[in-house]
C-alpha cells in the first residue's frame, strides 16, 4: 500500500469513527457543538469565509456590511451544524432520525402528483439539512437520485449505505443514471436533484440567480419533456428556537415556479432558480454559501465555445 493509500485509509477510519460517534448525539447537541465550532471555522477558514461573502455581496446588495457579516456567520454555523450531523442523518437509529423531524408542510404536492399517476421532481438545494430530507423521502416514497462516489474511496460503503438504507435507489451521475431517473418518473416514482450545482459546459445554461447569470443545469426540463412529472422544492429546515436552541428539523415541500415547466432550457432553468432562491427565503443563514456558484461566466463560455470549434475545423 502507498503512502497515499494509507494516509487515505487512516482518513476515511477517522471520519467513520466521528460519524458513528455523532450518530449517538441529539441534533440539539450537535447544534451547540456547531455554535462553538462554526465561529472557528469562519475565523480560520478563509477560503469558505471569502466565497461566503462574496456570495452574499451579490445577493444581498442592500444589506449592510455589517448585516451581511452575520449572514456570513450564521451560515457557516449550519455548514457547521449539516457536516456535524451527517452521522446522525446516515447511522442513528431510524426511529430517532424519524422523531427529529417535527413538521412536514406541503406533502400533499407530492401526494396529488403521484395519484395524478405522474412523477415528482424534488429539487434539493444545499439549504438545511438534506441528508434529512433524503432520509424523509426515502422512508416514504419509492425514491431514486444520483450519487458520485466521495473523492475518499473508503467512505463509499458507508455513505451510500447510509442513504439507501430506508429504501433510496442511488444512481450514477451519467446518462445511464439519467435513464434511471426517467424509468422512475413513468412510473410515478420521486426523484431528487440538486439544482444548485454547477453542471459541465455540455450540461447547461446561464440564467439569473439573484439577478446575476449563473450556470444551470438543463437536466430538468429535459426530465419533464419526457415524463410530465410535477417539480417541487424540497428542504429539511433546522428548526432553532429565539433561545438559540435546536428544536430538530421541519420537512418543506414548495410548488415550483412555473417557469420550470418551460420547453426554453433558459426559462426552465431561470425557474429553477427561482425555487431555490424561494428556499432560501425561509432562512438565508440556511443555506450554504460557500459554494462557488457564479465560477463559470458568459466570456468563458464564449471563449469555450470558439475553441471547439478551432478543434473541429482545424
Known sequence: MSQTETSSSFQAKAIAALWRLLAHRSPATLWRLARRLGPLVYRLGRREREVTEANLREVFPALGEPERRTLGHDSLIHSTATMLELGFAWLAEPRRVEDSIRAVHGRELLDEARAEGRGVIVLAPHFGNWE????????????????????????????????????AS????????????????????????????????????????????????????????????????????RCIDGDNRSQGFEIHFLAADQRVYAAAEASAARGVNACVEAAIALDPAQYQWEYKRYRKTPEQQQGHSQHKRFRIYR
Open 170 to 237: 442511488l444512481v450514477p451521475t451519467n446518462s445511464r443514471g439519467v435513464a434511471s431517473l426517467l424509468k422512475a418518473l413513468k412510473r410515478s416514482e420521486a426523484v431528487g436533484i440538486l439544482p444548485d450545482q454547477e453542471p459541465d459546459w455540455s450540461g447547461g445554461v446561464f440564467a439569473d440567480f439573484y439577478h446575476r447569470p449563473a450556470y444551470t443545469a438543463t437536466l430538468l426540463p429535459k426530465l419533464v419533456a419526457r415524463t410530465q412529472a410535477r417539480v417541487v422544492t424540497g428542504v429539511a429546515k
Open 132 to 167: 434529512v430530507l433524503n432520509f424523509w423521502l426515502s422512508s416514504h416514497f419509492p425514491f431514486t437520485a444520483m450519487y458520485e462516489p466521495p473523492k475518499i474511496a473508503a467512505l463509499d460503503p458507508l455513505i451510500r449505505h447510509g442513504r439507501e438504507r430506508m429504501g
